[in-house]
């Protein structure tokens, strides 16, 4: 019939496809949280198309209109678990800005990243455990969030110095060293080969940092 609008089209239970498609997209996004990031789970590699999708409660049809592989889909998270850490750090550093003590400063934003990895059990385990040696691909893109977070912390350490709080020098062998000890002792935190809560493992990290900041300003 002529102009007539059919449901994959318009709306259908009061909801565009577009919006239909979203909400299933979410849920294939939530079952992949919780198979490869849940204690509990089989994880990335142990899981299926099948697994996942049982999870969401769709089909393996509707999966492939999605993504192209699981291994899609561990990318996809791996990067929104990242981008919650960032939008937790970005939100705190205006409140940081204007503090004199870079103590202070890298203090509230290492907490603040700290609390955006580690809110949801799954999503530490998925940035510091699932996405390991997984392809090239997904190596590439751990490296090049390693990368950012880097680069984040060499900006501030040359804001701080041309503020006069600490030296002037190149920080990214400090930055990248740090890093390394992030992603090193959260990995090994999270598959149960330290035995740490995690407050003591984040007042570790933070106390390796506050030290080098403590050697640079002195």
């Known amino acids: 019939m002529a102009g007539r609008i059919t449901p994959a089209e318009g709306r259908y239970g009061g909801r565009t496809a577009d919006e239909r498609r979203a909400e299933r997209r979410e849920r294939f996004l939530q079952a992949g949280l919780d198979l490869f990031g849940s204690r ?3 994880g990335y590699r142990a899981a299926k198309v099948a697994d996942v999708s049982r999870a969401a409660g769709l089909s393996t049809r509707q999966f492939y209109e999605e993504f192209r592989t699981l291994e899609d889909l561990l990318a996809e998270l791996h990067l929104y678990v990242n981008d919650a850490a960032e939008r937790a750090v970005l939100a705190t550093l205006p409140q940081v ?6 103590i202070e400063r890298y203090t509230r934003l290492f907490r603040a990243y700290a609390a955006g990895i580690t809110a949801d059990p799954r999503h530490t385990r998925i940035a510091f455990v699932e996405i390991i040696g997984v392809s090239p691909r997904l190596d590439r893109q751990r490296l090049d969030r390693r990368a950012r977070w880097i680069d984040f912390l060499c900006e501030q350490g040359a804001a701080a110095a041309a503020r006069g709080e600490i030296a002037p020098g190149d920080f990214r062998v400090t ?3 740090f890093i390394g000890a992030v992603n090193g002792l959260m ?8 035995d740490a809560t995690l407050d003591e493992i984040v007042e570790e990290l933070l106390q390796m940092l506050l030290a080098r900041i403590h050697t640079i300003s002195a």
């Open 40 to 42: 509990d789970g089989p």
């Open 97 to 102: 800005e204007h503090l004199d003590d870079p």
């Open 175 to 177: 930055a990248t060293a």
């Open 187 to 194: 990995h090994d935190w999270a598959v149960g080969w330290v």
